[in-house]
């Protein structure tokens, strides 16, 4: 009597177990998916963006930029730099003298490379890295720094530069949410495409 009783008390429970487990790990994975593939296609693929054929970024995920000749990112603590498959922050706290010493080395860095004053204020996305470690985006204020460098680099005047930020600045979203912000590949791209680098 009391094994029968056991398994009619275990066959609802794994009957249950076994549906939520379906329901959770199949059925919402692949409407979710379905979902994002109808309504947002392009971002359900990756928003990747082709140059010739090639694929040369998304506008999801950032990546490094050293030439001189080119806006750079913001520091990146995902992997190696930007690494999808080691999306997070440093996890370091604002009393780690780690990061304190990161953040000193990397913001000289930063206004050596843009000939900047030694006690230039910066935005605080040069030299801090996102919470995923892969944004693709630097503030107006970030890129607007970089200008002069990446004119000199190119030969061209910094006002064109300059010109090109604004035209590439996104603003708020629905007027409200976040923050303006360039999208570092898409800005490089038109850098590109409008002022070529001649050999």
Same mark, same amino acid.
């Given at each position: 009597?009391? @094994?029968?009783?056991?398994? !009619?008390?275990?066959?609802?429970?794994?009957? @249950?177990?076994?549906?939520? @487990?379906?329901? =959770?790990?199949?059925?919402? *994975?692949?409407?979710?998916? %379905?979902?994002?593939?109808?309504?947002?296609?392009? !971002?359900?693929?990756?928003?990747?963006?082709?140059?010739?054929? !090639?694929?040369?970024?998304? =506008?999801?995920?950032?990546?490094?930029?050293?030439? /001189?000749?080119?806006? !750079?990112?913001?520091?990146? /603590?995902?992997?190696?730099?930007?690494?999808?498959?080691?999306?997070? %922050?440093?996890?370091?706290?604002?009393?780690?003298? &780690?990061?304190?010493?990161? $953040?000193?080395?990397?913001?000289?860095?930063?206004?050596?490379?843009?000939? $900047?004053?030694?006690?230039?204020?910066? *935005?605080?996305?040069?030299?801090?890295?996102?919470?995923?470690?892969?944004?693709?985006?630097?503030?107006?204020?970030?890129?607007? $720094?970089?200008?002069?460098?990446?004119?000199?680099?190119?030969?061209?005047?910094?006002?064109?530069?300059?010109?090109?930020?604004? &035209?590439?600045?996104?603003?708020?979203?629905?007027?409200?949410? %976040?923050? *303006?912000?360039?999208?570092?590949?898409?800005?490089?791209?038109?850098?590109? &495409?409008?002022?070529?680098? =001649?050999?």
């Amino acid at each position: 009597m009391a @094994l029968r009783t056991m398994s !009619q008390l275990l066959r609802p429970l794994v009957g @249950l177990t076994v549906s939520i @487990l379906l329901l =959770t790990v199949v059925a919402y *994975p692949l409407a979710v998916t %379905g979902l994002a593939q109808v309504v947002f296609e392009r !971002q359900a693929d990756g928003s990747f963006l082709l140059r010739d054929g !090639q694929t040369v970024g998304s =506008t999801l995920i950032g990546q490094t930029f050293s030439s /001189a000749e080119y806006f !750079q990112g913001r520091p990146s /603590a995902a992997g190696d730099g930007y690494d999808a498959a080691s999306s997070s %922050g440093s996890n370091l706290g604002p009393t780690s003298r &780690e990061l304190a010493d990161r $953040l000193a080395g990397d913001g000289a860095a930063y206004r050596t490379a843009n000939d $900047l004053p030694s006690d230039a204020m910066l *935005p605080a996305d040069a030299i801090t890295a996102s919470g995923s470690g892969l944004d693709p985006h630097i503030s107006p204020s970030n890129a607007r $720094l970089q200008a002069t460098r990446v004119a000199d680099a190119r030969g061209i005047a910094a006002e064109l530069v300059l010109a090109l930020i604004a &035209e590439h600045t996104e603003g708020r979203v629905l007027g409200i949410i %976040g923050e *303006p912000r360039v999208n570092v590949l898409l800005l490089n791209l038109a850098l590109d &495409e409008r002022y070529p680098m =001649t050999p």
